[in-house]
Nanobody, 126 residues
Framework: QVQLVESGGGLVQAGDSLRISCAAS????????MGWFRQAPGKEREFVSA????????YYADSVKGRFTISRDNAKNTVYLQMNNLKPEDTAVYYC???????????????????WGQGTQVTVSS
């Protein structure tokens, strides 16, 4: 089992930056590909970004490319999502998820991931 706890969400204005974190416990963190997803009210959960086990490879949804940066610190068992130039359409609950490296990081289906956090709310006002 892997337990994931997100933090760092909040209310910001359009154009602001925010960094959210996901702390993992349980099994060896570096064995897992980590992903970020988000879900807005009335919408399906959508892929945001993923990072390989070592952190050497990353992948982004087109909607966030150039604005968001995913990173991880395997010594701290934590994955981060730095979000810059936030837009109102980025408003959602953000979830981190762990995949035991069975698939390419370009596989964006939520079903790829075995473990999920409880989510952290990010609200961007215009």
């Amino acid at each position: 089992q892997v337990q994931l706890v997100e933090s760092g969400g909040g209310l910001v204005q359009a154009g602001d930056s925010l960094r959210i974190s996901c702390a993992a416990s349980g099994r060896t963190f570096s064995n897992y590909v980590m992903g970020w997803f988000r879900q807005a009210p009335g919408k399906e959960r959508e892929f945001v970004s993923a990072i390989s086990r070592s952190g050497g490879s990353t992948y982004y949804a087109d909607s966030v490319k150039g604005r968001f940066t995913i990173s991880r610190d395997n010594a701290k068992n934590t994955v981060y999502l730095q979000m810059n130039n936030l837009k109102p359409e980025d408003t959602a609950v953000y979830y981190c998820a762990a995949d035991p490296d069975r698939y390419s990081i370009r596989e964006v289906s939520p079903t790829k991931y075995d473990y999920w956090g409880q989510g952290t709310q990010v609200t961007v006002s215009s």
